[in-house]
């Protein structure tokens, strides 16, 4: 019998969507390095609270229920409990359990929000520089980017009463810490992101990506707490437990639970039962809370390894931003332009560091970088091994500060 020929590549016929998929860049590819790998996302696995863990999910598997039953597609009942005394002790949120909602990391969480909020030509406002994976959601969905610069109190609110601005379906921002570049947004522009809000009846989705994480200074309530109708709150275990085990959660404004609810039981039921009761059981025996505060103190050494090896290395060839809060921050070089960020780091890698530039991170066609920057992760890096990626980062900076003279 003549068996059908598969149809030649690029013959076959994909969706609007699936164009818009492959329209978007891909993403940076990985490779290993040598030296220091400062890729941002990565945390440390020693850092994994691998007793606790074990001893919770023992927990959970002993547990046996009668019947392996498909859950609420929210999530497990005991996880939004536990979430909704953790939310409200750690970060100042009130709400009731229904209206969180557990995803498979926040990225999940985004998507749904894309495709619940965004028709096809849809603006929303997104921040310039920004986090790559939540534009392309919105732009996957035929959303119409409408980038809004930020500086260092985040988010520039100044134009949001422009016509287009205004008639926006959605901004999607990064309050407590604005990624990449660092900024708090400013009590002022929080107001005015809220006003805006309330003018056309857009949504706020607040990324609050790695809000546990504060340097010396204080934590920053999050917007949802100020406009609880018109913020979708989006949280992630991918900064303190570890973004292998894709979890995260939404918080939504009362009468989104269903809309939330029916897209996440289409796309995937729920999420895996067995590790939200896990993440439960840590939060009610009290064994997250004391994982956060060990990872912070971590996390915190790292970082003044890192500040310090980028004084000494460095000094005023280099400035950094956005050391306030978060487990990354960025390295300006003055003395780099922009167009050369590409080969520093193919140098970088050639010499056993793993280095990524910002540049990426900026709309096409909105505002660029003034010179070469880099996006430096630390949570996966002993201090010894910052300190020689720093060394070799400066031998590679001098030298082109040297040619670009
Ligand atoms: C801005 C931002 N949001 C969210 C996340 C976490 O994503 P997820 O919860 O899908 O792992 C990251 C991770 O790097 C991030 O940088």
Partial sequence: MPTAEPPPDGARRLSAF??????????????????????????????????????????????????????????????????????????????????IIIVNGSQQGVDLCARLLLDPGDRFLFENPGYALARHAFAAVGGVEIPVAVDAEGLRTDGLRGEALAAAALAYVTPSHQF????????????????????????????????????????????????????????????????????????????????????????DRHAPLLEQEAVADLMISGAYDRHVRSVRRRNAERRAALLAALATELGDSALVAGTEAGLHVVLWLPGIPADQEAALVAEGQAAGIGLYPVSPLYAPGGERPACAGLVMGYAALDAETVRRGVAVLAGLVVARNRSSD
């Fill in 18 to 99: 699936a164009q818009r998929l492959l329209a978007l860049p891909p993403p940076a590819p990985t490779r290993s390095v040598r030296v220091a790998d400062f890729r941002y996302g990565d945390l440390s696995g020693a850092d994994f609270p691998v007793l606790a863990w074990r001893r919770a999910v023992n927990r959970v598997c002993l547990r046996r229920p009668a019947r392996l039953r498909y859950d609420d597609p929210r999530g497990s009942e005991s996880l939004r409990d536990a979430l909704h005394g953790y939310l409200w002790r750690a970060r100042g949120i009130r709400c009731t359990p229904e209206r």
């Fill in 180 to 267: 990449p570049l660092g900024g708090v947004l400013s009590a002022a522009r929080r107001r005015a992101l809220l006003d805006w809000a309330a003018r056309g009846g857009g949504v706020v989705v607040e990324d609050d990506y790695d809000g546990e994480y504060r340097h010396g200074v204080a934590p920053i309530p999050p917007l949802q707490t100020l406009a609880p109708e018109s913020v979708i709150y989006v949280g992630t275990l991918s900064k303190t437990l570890s973004p292998t085990l894709r979890l995260g959660y939404l918080v939504v404004p009362p009468g989104l639970e269903r809309p939330f609810a029916e897209a996440k039981r289409l796309t």
